[in-house]
């Protein structure tokens, strides 16, 4: 009995391991473009990561692989795109089909923008709001949406990516071995881009850092 009960742990561990790869390897994957989608949109990149982790389960749902929809959006009589049809709430219920995953990313920020539901939703960059104003706004029918999405923001820190302040700084430096050297910094609140350039007459050297603060 022990024998089954550690090979049973070890299983449930192992695909929760999985799991959780899974969903830091979709993160790692479309937070630029949830971050692209923030500045041009206004919806915080972590309800945005939240919501595609969660509709479309990091990537691995029959609907976003066949259809490229990472947000469970479905047709509406506005839409005039293609089409694939699965089963949801109901049997065979119309969903949007995408020609890309850019292309979901970008209709999910022009599917709530354009919803007067949503429009509150705008007056403020906090997750736990905009996570219980979806609900509310019946986005999802499960009951728990917004617990679900603020649960995931949590767990895989999304809210670092939702900081909109960055600083830029560049510096001409020089010394031997090297003839010249450039170095530029992007700062944000929460993360520092570095570059750095050197060069000489045989040979040059870069190297680029990333870290939290």
């Known amino acids: 009995m022990k024998a089954i009960n ?3 742990f070890f299983l449930l561990l192992s695909v929760s391991l999985f799991s959780q790869n899974k969903t830091l390897d979709y993160i790692d994957k479309y937070k630029s473009l949830a971050i692209e989608e923030m500045k041009l949109y206004d919806i915080p990149a972590s309800i945005k990561l939240a919501q595609a982790i969660l509709e479309s389960a990091s990537g691995t749902s029959k609907l976003s692989k066949n259809a490229n ?11 005039g795109g293609e089409k694939i049809f699965m089963d949801d709430d109901e049997k065979n219920e119309c969903f949007r089909k995408y020609d890309s995953d850019i292309d979901s990313y970008r209709d999910h920020s ?3 923008s354009n919803r007067g539901r949503y429009s509150e939703l705008f007056d403020n960059s906090d997750y736990k709001k905009w996570a219980r104003g979806l609900k509310r706004a019946g986005y999802a029918t499960n009951k728990e949406y917004d617990k679900l999405l603020i649960k995931l923001i949590k767990k895989y820190d999304l809210d670092d990516f939702d900081s ?6 560049f510096a001409y430096i020089y010394g031997l071995p090297f003839l010249a050297g450039y ?3 992007l700062f944000s609140s929460n ?3 570095s570059l750095d350039l050197k060069t000489a007459f045989l040979f040059s050297q870069s190297s680029i850092k990333f870290k939290k603060n």
């Open 164 to 169: 909109k302040e960055k600083s830029f700084s």
């Open 191 to 193: 993360y520092i881009y």
């Open 6 to 8: 550690s090979l049973l």
């Open 69 to 79: 929809n990472h947000f469970g959006i479905k047709c509406h009589s506005s839409w």
């Open 183 to 185: 170095s530029a910094n």
């Open 110 to 112: 022009i599917f709530l």
